[in-house]
């Protein structure tokens, strides 16, 4: 990304509504995404190419299908939605965009929510493309509850979001990103179960890498496509739904306690 300027949506007469003046914006980050091909293509490709090697490491005892899609999720919430969001926050910062936005009528949450749009809309389209390539490759397996996937996936977009606000006070630069979001890329990935199951670990470690902000949403993922918790039980209806209770429980815990400290350190401009 780089840190172009972002146009300020101009007054109305009458004063735009809320809805209007997101749309706004969000806009016209989505057409400085689309200008910058390259912010595209790495975008697209980085998260695909690691769903790609996924079944080197085997798919267990879950169909293929549906370990591409837990993938595809937390790969593609990790490496597009967290990571990008990073680096837009902070070449917008930078480049003094969000300073100026401040001055208009829109508020704060309605700028970093309209800055996070486009990014949100590739975030679907790339999940909407994997499981159209599940289907086509004849893996698609009916979930045991399709709301959950598709709660878990909201609840990680929103989750990924605040941790990039979050991430970017301690992000002096859009290059330097490539270490500051490292804890979350790295750690967060390793340990959320998409490698290999959490059983596998030491309990206490396995306990540990639970509540890490990834891993609930791989948990929710998992267990509404394949009706297995995350350490191999079988459940359904209701148990199903007592057993997302902790993973729900652990992602509203992360949105709540990232979300106050962007409210108490986010920064609007940069240090000088």
Same mark, same amino acid.
């Given at each position: 990304m780089t840190a172009t300027a972002v146009p300020v949506p101009t007054a109305v007469p009458g004063g735009p509504s809320r809805l209007r003046r997101v749309g706004a914006l969000a806009g016209a980050e989505t057409r400085l995404l689309l200008r910058n091909r390259t912010a595209v293509v790495n975008s697209v490709l980085s998260p695909l190419l690691l769903v790609a090697l996924v079944p080197l490491f085997g798919a267990g005892d879950a169909p293929l299908g549906q370990t591409l899609l837990v993938s595809a999720t937390a790969f593609t919430l990790v490496f597009l939605t967290y990571y990008n969001l990073v680096v837009t926050y902070v070449a917008r910062r930078e480049a003094l965009v969000l300073q100026r936005m401040r001055t208009g009528e829109l508020t704060d949450g309605e700028v970093l929510a309209a800055t996070a749009v486009p990014t949100l809309l590739v975030t679907a389209v790339q999940l909407a493309v994997v499981a159209v390539g599940v289907v086509v490759l004849g893996e698609w397996r009916?979930?045991?509850?399709? &709301?959950?996937?598709? #709660?878990?996936?909201?609840?990680? $977009?929103?989750?990924?979001? &605040?941790?990039?606000? #979050?991430?970017? &006070?301690?992000?002096?630069?859009?290059?330097? $990103?490539?270490? !500051? !979001? @490292?804890?979350?890329? @790295?750690? +967060?990935?390793?340990?959320?179960?998409?490698?290999?199951?959490?059983?596998?670990?030491?309990?206490?470690? +396995?306990?540990? $890498? /639970?509540?890490?902000?990834? !891993?609930?949403?791989?948990?929710?993922?998992?267990?509404?496509?394949?009706?297995? !918790?995350?350490?191999?039980? =079988? &459940?359904?209806? $209701?148990?199903?739904?007592? =057993? +997302?209770?902790?993973?729900?429980?652990? %992602?509203? =815990?992360?949105?709540?306690?990232?979300?106050? +400290?962007?409210?108490?350190?986010? /920064?609007? %401009?940069?240090? /000088?």
């Amino acid at each position: 990304m780089t840190a172009t300027a972002v146009p300020v949506p101009t007054a109305v007469p009458g004063g735009p509504s809320r809805l209007r003046r997101v749309g706004a914006l969000a806009g016209a980050e989505t057409r400085l995404l689309l200008r910058n091909r390259t912010a595209v293509v790495n975008s697209v490709l980085s998260p695909l190419l690691l769903v790609a090697l996924v079944p080197l490491f085997g798919a267990g005892d879950a169909p293929l299908g549906q370990t591409l899609l837990v993938s595809a999720t937390a790969f593609t919430l990790v490496f597009l939605t967290y990571y990008n969001l990073v680096v837009t926050y902070v070449a917008r910062r930078e480049a003094l965009v969000l300073q100026r936005m401040r001055t208009g009528e829109l508020t704060d949450g309605e700028v970093l929510a309209a800055t996070a749009v486009p990014t949100l809309l590739v975030t679907a389209v790339q999940l909407a493309v994997v499981a159209v390539g599940v289907v086509v490759l004849g893996e698609w397996r009916a979930p045991v509850d399709p &709301v959950l996937p598709v #709660l878990a996936v909201l609840l990680g $977009a929103v989750l990924m979001a &605040v941790l990039a606000t #979050l991430s970017s &006070v301690w992000t002096r630069t859009p290059e330097s $990103a490539q270490v !500051t !979001t @490292l804890p979350v890329v @790295l750690g +967060a990935t390793a340990l959320s179960g998409v490698f290999f199951p959490l059983v596998a670990l030491p309990e206490a470690l +396995a306990t540990g $890498a /639970r509540l890490l902000p990834l !891993t609930p949403v791989v948990e929710l993922v998992q267990l509404g496509l394949t009706g297995r !918790t995350w350490d191999g039980e =079988a &459940v359904a209806g $209701a148990e199903l739904w007592w =057993a +997302a209770l902790v993973p729900l429980a652990v %992602a509203a =815990a992360w949105v709540v306690l990232a979300g106050v +400290a962007s409210l108490r350190w986010f /920064r609007w %401009a940069p240090k /000088r």
